[in-house]
């Protein structure tokens, strides 16, 4: 314990170290995977240009996460909110994009 650190300071610290870890979400799909052609359906929302390859990536919490090549040459990466209400996956959206918008994120939503 450093000397100049408050009681205060020292008992949050303790406390936060005590406190049980929970989840924000409480169904978190692990190993979801998503074939090419229900990909495909989610992409025709936002292009014309059709898929023409797909990879899972690794990483994500609680969304399946894509490299999607398609056939205009554009990459892109697709994320799949399992479990998510729309509701929640735009919530994510308006943050992700806020975030690009303050210099937090490259292109994004």
Do not use: F
């Amino acid at each position: 314990t450093a000397p100049n650190q408050s009681a205060n300071a020292r008992h949050r610290k303790r406390k936060l170290e005590t406190q049980p870890v929970t989840m924000a979400k409480l169904e978190i799909a692990l190993s979801d995977d998503h074939p090419p052609s229900e990909l495909a359906a989610i992409l025709r929302d936002y292009s014309e240009s059709p898929l023409v390859s797909s990879k899972r990536l690794l990483g994500g919490y609680s969304g399946s996460n894509y490299r999607v090549d398609l056939g205009d040459g554009s990459t892109y990466v697709l994320k799949v909110a399992n479990g998510y209400t729309v509701r929640d996956a735009e919530s994510m959206c308006r943050t992700a994009s806020h975030l690009g918008e303050a210099g937090g994120y490259g292109e994004c939503c």
